[in-house]
């Protein structure tokens, strides 16, 4: 357990700022420096600390890290109640028009993951064994026990289909 913490810090460190920020927000009025704090928190210090911890590399670092920031704004506009939106309300120039270019953006990262994602399954479903699996996953840097979750669906979704051509060969009119 320690050193599954110790490898993976950032998943509890973001749940303690969040409930830092709910807490601060919830105590008392949001005045323009608190609304600041929260956007630099969640903006700048939410992606920073997944950098510090996973190290992500390439266009796909990038773009976890864009994906990290524009969920840091979202959820600066989820915490801080609607009447204290001053410098939120600053930074989407069109209300509506900015929250939905916020939305599209996050739509495409959506997007980007999950076909990085069936790529992956993809890839691991030509592998014959954990193994091989496991060594095509340590390619990619994933942490060891979401490569060990992964290999266990790719066995589940394996297992489900080789029964469904079994009753399709049994079903088959002869």
Do not use: N
């Not at 600066?76 to 204290?84: C, N, R």
């Not at 990085?116 to 064994?129: A, E, H, I, T, V």
């Amino acid at each position: 357990m320690y050193t599954v913490l110790r490898q993976h810090w950032f998943w509890p460190g973001v749940l303690l700022l969040l409930a830092l920020e709910w807490w601060a927000i919830r105590s008392g009025p949001v005045d323009r420096w608190l609304e600041l704090a929260v956007l630099v928190d969640l903006m700048l210090l939410l992606p920073l600390a997944y950098y510090a911890c996973y190290h992500p590399k390439g266009r796909l670092g990038g773009l976890r890290l864009a994906a990290w920031s524009m969920l840091g704004f979202w959820l600066a506009f989820l915490l801080i109640p609607a009447a204290e939106r001053d410098l939120l309300r600053a930074l989407t120039p069109a209300g509506v028009v900015g929250e939905l270019l916020f939305i599209v953006l996050e739509v495409g990262l959506f997007v980007v993951e999950l076909t990085l994602l069936l790529g992956l399954y993809r890839l691991l479903f030509r592998q014959p064994d954990e193994q091989a699996a496991r060594q095509t996953l340590q390619q990619y840097d994933l942490p060891p026990g979401l490569a060990k979750l992964l290999w266990l669906e790719v066995r589940l979704w394996k297992g489900l289909l080789r029964r469904v051509r079994q009753l399709a060969t049994w079903l088959r009119p002869r």
